[in-house]
């Protein structure tokens, strides 16, 4: 229960504000008692309400007797653990960074964990609970220093989100090749990737309920200094807080409550971030609940309660033998998503886009350069690529080939690599393109295809129309990729367009939707095939194995109007990407400009996807890079990027096919372990 | 300093390329010697699709562990297989024969190495992706085996087997092979019924551990080994319902409450871990009927569940002393 105290300011509104937040406390707690009840009497076993009743009050038999003390309590007892840990360390994390999109799933937490006992799985050593509890929490921990010591805390939240979203990925596409290369060491391992709250007796519990009590208790002393900080850091060390540090104990706080939760339940989406998103709104009617210190008991509850409804919403719906193949924590993302799409649209959008990054504005002859030598090394890649393989060639090969007069092996050979490397360029290129737009209109750094659920629609089309299918067309797949994509985009721009596209908002409601579509995905995968997870894993991880030309065409045609957009309307994108007055002012149509950049955006991204998966990474760096390299100037960025995200991709699917041949790794896999480090660089070198 | 970088990249690239000119292959423009084709052999494979062979497959391909083994049960040694370390883990029963070249991984075998063993077939499931089969076939002949149906395993795995023995020319030893398996099936059905266990209820599983989580992977009766369980006279005690392909199911340690007193077999690999011993301490587990009376047998190593004859004949061997030895 909130432990509410009184302070010296403004105490006859303070009593009224009290009596409002504990009215909220109690509310909810007794919503978390309702839920927990009735998941005790859900499960496998022929258990209900009667025989749980009996165990309880200890009258019943012994084999009911022990599957409600050892598998139903245990699971009830670690929802709500899990959801209060995350609720808590997400309104924590938020508070401290003053960033609404602040999570343990945006701080690498999840990731570094799943990747270390991904290491653990494959290396095939077995270790007691403990132990690999041990090594998810140090990988939940190791991720979060990186992530931490790289951004620097308090300088600039977004770049803070920008170096964890990066980090995850990363982690993630590493954990994703473990899976795809050990199938059979990793089978366990995909399930609890998608978190799920069952419990094998109370081991986990027992030894995890300490470490969340602790940081639980830590993070209520630390509360008043967290209230300090809101007022700005300035205002803050007027009252004598000491900034930095309340930064840090607090972060290192909500990162020891994510990495307890996930050891406990595997990373279970989005409650940390939607919890304190459902708590906001709430504060703002009942004044009480602004202060931390009642705040974040109440967010805890909230947690408890997404946790344990969508355990008891699974297990209702669901026959009891098929809830045990869908994991909660997918269900926990979906209905996260939902909310946090809800909640964005119920909440004013007060920030701006942060000023953007200083740059040197390098002259004409730089940029020329750039541009030939990006030229000369991509080219240099694609003959590269064309040439290594399994089966090294030489170009007298190609040439042959291209004449329509080579060797039957070099003939096979090259009618499927040359297609794959085609699709690996263009799909970089379009990407990178649509980062560039989405970039552009949001004026977000944290924009891209990805992030705005439009990789993450494209894909969900795609996989649905593959596991119902058998054998769909290349044009038939391009086409459910943008049906998907175009579904997810109209929800998320339709519905950011109504407050004439908010910064904040349209991201918010992106981040909701692409986790939505992923919790998707994942759920799609599990039901149609649960034992062939390999199958649509391959095809998630951006591959562009088994690609013939007619695949890549939609992907070409669409870049190619895009490239053509985008040129021939380079100044209104500068403009667009500047501000939200001066457009304005020059009598520009924002709100129609925008609309036109972000349907070419979702139209790129689809067939992207269509063309080689889902590959992240390239519509977030790209950009970045080629802003770095030339300036701000679209007319530069353009270009750059364009070269810049066919050469990554390029790069990637190369690699992916040549380094543990003849196993290929997926391109998208590749781009975020290529991306990653060179992301953490320029986040360095750009700090301020 | 980045301008010094990226001249170095440009500079590498074009040595590189220059040093790439030549061929590996002459073109088809200079005749290879041809031989002249024996018998021809048409079959239909389990898509429907028709093939023809110049004659009995000599060097063959195969891209799932269960055509893997026919083709080695049938003696014919794979030019290529998939994940060839994989297959010498799980399947002891039919140990590779000859120095086959690795493909790659099942899901994804590398067409380039396909294409450069140049074989005269290629066997794959209906596991694998159209798109990748439809490439195979410009390689090389392809027949497409069923991976699985649980509405008849042992039929699909004799089908299979008839299918690849067409196309090797290796019938006769097809014909043994069956023989071997009904033999073994009998041999095993007696043994069993001699020790009083004629109609005993069974429960075949597999399971995993992850962190403090249990999933457990049920064989019900659409299974190959639920199938063989039922050959052998066995009944089996499951009653969640299978998938459509290889006749699994998944639950977790509370769903092993309903199955009452059975006998309890598991598969488990030293390379992955055993996840039943992990229950040892767990108190639903230790309530089951059928742990507090010991029936609960742990299979050896490298018995694949979803081979052909030769590994379920290794199952029979392996189950029959587990649960005859008291």
């Avoid at chain 1, 927990?36 to 009743?53: R, Y």
């Amino acid at each position: 229960m909130a432990v509410i105290e009184n302070t010296a300011v403004g105490r006859d509104r303070t009593a009224a504000a009290t009596t409002g937040a504990v009215a909220v406390a109690a509310g909810l707690a007794l919503l978390v008692v309702v839920l927990a009840a009735v998941d005790i009497t859900q499960g496998t076993a022929d258990v209900g309400a009667a025989e749980v009743w009996h165990a309880l009050t200890g009258t019943a038999q012994a084999g009911d007797a022990s599957v409600v003390v050892a598998s139903r309590l245990p699971r009830m007892i670690a929802a709500v653990l899990v959801g209060v840990a995350l609720g808590m360390s997400g309104a924590a994390l938020q508070a401290v960074s003053r960033n609404v999109l602040a999570s343990p799933d945006t701080l690498a937490v999840n990731a570094g964990s799943y990747l270390s006992l991904g290491v653990i799985a494959v290396t095939g050593t077995t270790l007691p609970l403990l132990a690999s509890s041990g090594a998810a929490f140090v990988g939940g921990l190791a991720a979060t220093a990186v992530v931490l010591g790289l951004s620097g805390i308090g300088r600039g939240t977004v770049r803070l989100v920008l170096a964890g979203s990066a980090l995850a990925l990363g982690l993630n596409a590493v954990t994703e090749a473990l899976l795809l290369l050990f199938p059979q060491r990793t089978e366990g391992l995909y399930r609890w990737g998608q978190g799920g709250v069952g419990q094998n007796g109370f081991d986990g519990v027992a030894q995890m309920a300490p470490v969340i009590g602790v940081a639980f208790a830590g993070l209520l002393l630390v509360a008043r200094r967290v209230d300090a900080l809101a007022l700005g850091d300035d205002a803050a060390r007027g009252l004598g807080v000491p900034v930095r540090g309340t930064r840090i104990t607090t972060v290192v706080l909500a990162t020891l409550l994510a990495a307890a939760a996930v050891t406990l339940a595997g990373p279970i989406g989005f409650v940390g971030l939607c919890a304190p998103a459902l708590v906001r709104p709430l504060s703002r009617r009942f004044r009480g609940l602004s202060r931390s210190r009642v705040s974040l008991p109440v967010t805890g509850l909230v947690g408890a309660a997404l946790v344990l409804g969508s355990d008891v919403l699974l297990r209702a719906v669901v026959p009891a033998d098929l809830a045990v193949e869908v994991p909660t924590g997918v269900v926990t993302t979906v209905v996260g998503g939902v909310f946090l799409v809800v909640m964005a649209l119920r909440t004013r959008d007060t920030a701006g886009a942060d000023a953007p990054d200083r740059l040197r504005i390098p002259g004409r002859t730089a940029f020329l350069t750039t541009v030939v030598v990006l030229g000369v090394v991509l080219a240099g890649v694609t003959v590269g690529a064309v040439l290594l393989g399994d089966s090294k060639l030489l170009l007298g090969d190609v040439v042959n080939w291209a004449q329509g007069h080579s060797g039957r092996v070099v003939t096979y050979v090259l009618d499927t690599r040359v297609p794959r490397v085609t699709a690996a360029l263009l799909a970089g290129a379009a990407l990178a393109l649509s980062g560039t737009l989405v970039q552009a209109v949001t004026r977000n750094p944290l924009a891209e295809p990805g992030v705005l659920g439009v990789s993450g629609g494209a894909g969900l089309g795609a996989v649905l129309l593959v596991t119902s299918v058998q054998a769909p067309g290349s044009w038939a797949i391009a086409a459910a990729a943008f049906g998907g994509a175009a579904v997810v985009s109209s929800i998320v721009f339709g519905l950011a367009a109504r407050g004439g596209f908010g910064q904040n908002r349209l991201v918010l409601l992106g981040v909701g939707v692409s986790a939505a579509t992923a919790a998707l995905i994942s759920l799609v995968i599990v039901l149609s095939d649960p034992f062939d997870t390999t199958r649509a894993l391959t095809w998630l991880s951006g591959s562009t194995y088994g690609r013939t030309m007619p695949d890549v065409v939609p992907v070409a045609l669409v870049l190619a109007v895009g490239v053509a957009a985008a040129v021939a309307r380079r100044k209104e994108l500068d403009l667009v990407a500047l501000d939200e007055d001066t457009p304005k002012l020059l009598g520009l149509g924002l709100t129609r400009a925008r609309l036109g950049f972000l349907v070419l955006a979702v139209l790129l991204g689809a067939t992207a996807v269509a063309a080689a998966g889902t590959i992240g990474f390239v519509g977030l760096v790209a950009p970045h890079a080629a802003r770095a390299l030339v300036g701000r100037r679209h007319v530069r960025v353009v270009p750059v990027a364009l070269l810049l995200g066919a050469l990554l991709v390029g790069l990637a699917d190369l690699a992916g096919r040549t380094v543990i041949a003849p196993a290929q790794l997926g391109a998208g896999l590749m781009t975020a372990v290529i991306g990653t480090p060179y992301f953490f660089y320029l986040l360095v070198r750009t700090r301020r | 300093m980045r301008r010094n970088l990226l001249a170095t990249a440009a500079v590498a690239v074009a040595a590189l390329s220059l040093a790439a000119c030549g061929t590996t292959e002459p073109s088809s423009d200079e005749p290879a010697a041809a031989d002249k084709p024996a018998g021809k052999i048409t079959l239909t494979d389990h898509t429907g699709v028709k093939v023809t062979l110049d004659g009995p497959a000599k060097k063959v391909v195969a891209t799932e562990w269960n055509v893997i083994e026919d083709l080695v049960a049938l003696g014919v040694a794979p030019v290529g297989v998939a994940d060839v370390k994989g297959y010498t883990a799980w399947n002891t029963a039919a140990p590779l024969t000859g120095d086959p070249k690795d493909i790659g991984t099942r899901g994804e075998p590398s067409i380039d190495t396909v294409a450069a063993l140049a074989p005269d077939l290629v066997v794959a499931t209906t596991d694998l992706s159209p798109a990748v089969v439809k490439q195979l076939r410009k390689v090389a002949p392809v027949i497409e085996v069923t991976a699985a149906d649980a509405a008849d395993q042992i039929g699909t795995m004799n089908d299979s087997i008839d299918l690849i023995a067409k196309a090797t020319g290796t019938e006769t030893k097809a014909d043994a092979l069956k023989k071997d398996f009904e033999a073994s099936v009998a041999e095993g059905k007696k043994a069993l019924e001699d020790a009083g266990l004629g109609g005993a209820k069974i429960a075949s599983a597999d399971g995993y551990v992850q962190a403090n989580q249990v999933s457990v992977r049920a064989y019900t009766g659409g299974s190959l080994l639920g199938a063989v369980n039922e050959r052998l006279g066995l009944e089996n005690a499951w009653t969640v319902k299978g998938d459509k392909d290889y006749g699994l199911a998944t639950t977790d340690v509370e769903g092993l409450t309903g199955l009452g007193d059975v006998q309890f077999t598991y598969v488990a690999n030293d390379a992955d871990g055993d996840a039943f011993s992990g229950l040892a301490k767990n108190a639903v587990w230790k309530s089951l009927p059928f742990v507090k009376n010991g029936d609960v047998h742990r299979l050896p190593d490298g018995v694949w569940m979803f081979g052909g004859p030769r590994s379920m004949e290794a199952y029979i061997d392996s189950l029959v002393d587990a649960l005859t030895k008291k």
